[in-house]
C-alpha cells in the first residue's frame, strides 16, 4: 500500500514520519528528493542553471538557495518555471526510491510530502494521513524552533494550506497536540486498523 503523510510546518510530520521508519516502514521523503534533483549531477541542476544563469551557484557549484530563493519569489513566471523544471523530476527521484522499496520487499511505502494536496500529488498513493496540531501549538513551536517573531511564524502558517482543511481530505488524522507517546500511540492504532506491514 503506498500511503501519503502529509502536515502543516512545525505541525510534527517529520516527527511521525520517523516513528514510521523506527517500525521498518519505507519511507519516501519528497524534501530529501527535492535537494537530490538539484545536485550538479542532476539534468534538473544543469537545467536550472541554463535557465537562471550562474549567478544562483555559490562558490562550490551548490545553488545558492537564498539568492534563487529571492528571485522567484518576487517573480511568479520565473517561480512557474522553476517548479516546472524541479517538480517533475522530484517526482522521478520519488517514483526510482519507490521502486527500490517494492524490490527490497517493503510492503508499504510512506511517502512524506509536505505539499501533498497542494501538489496533487495524492494520485501516488492510496490513503493519506494528516499530522494535526492546533494553530496556536503550531505557532509557539514555529517560534521556538526557527527563532522566529510571532509575525514571522504567522506569515509562514498563513502562507499554507491551512491545517483544517487538509484534515478535511485525509483519511486519517494523527492528533500531535499532545506527549509524543500519545502521537506514537495513535500511529500504532493506524497500522493495526489499516493492517500496514513494513
Known sequence: MMVGLTGGIASGKSTVSQM?????????????????????????????VQVFGEVILLPNQMLDRAKLGAIIFSDETKRQKLNSIVHPAVRKQMEIWKN????????????????????RLTNLVEKTIVVFVEEQVQLERLM?????????????IT???????KVKMADAIID???????????????????ALCP
Open 144 to 156: 521556538e524552533r526557527n527563532g522566529l517573531s510571532e509575525s514571522e511564524a504567522l506569515a509562514r
Open 20 to 48: 514510521f521508519k523506527e517500525r521498518g516502514f519505507a519511507i519516501i521523503d519528497a524534501d530529501v528528493a527535492a535537494r537530490k534533483v538539484v545536485e550538479p549531477d542532476q539534468s534538473a541542476y544543469r537545467e536550472i
Open 100 to 119: 527500490e522499496a517494492l524490490a527490497a520487499g517493503s510492503q508499504t511505502v510512506i511517502y512524506d510530502i509536505p505539499l501533498l494536496f497542494e501538489s
Open 176 to 194: 500531535n497536540n499532545g506527549e509524543m507517546d500519545e502521537t506514537r500511540s495513535q500511529i500504532e492504532q493506524l497500522i493495526k486498523k489499516w
Open 159 to 165: 502562507s499554507q494550506m491551512p491545517l483544517t482543511e
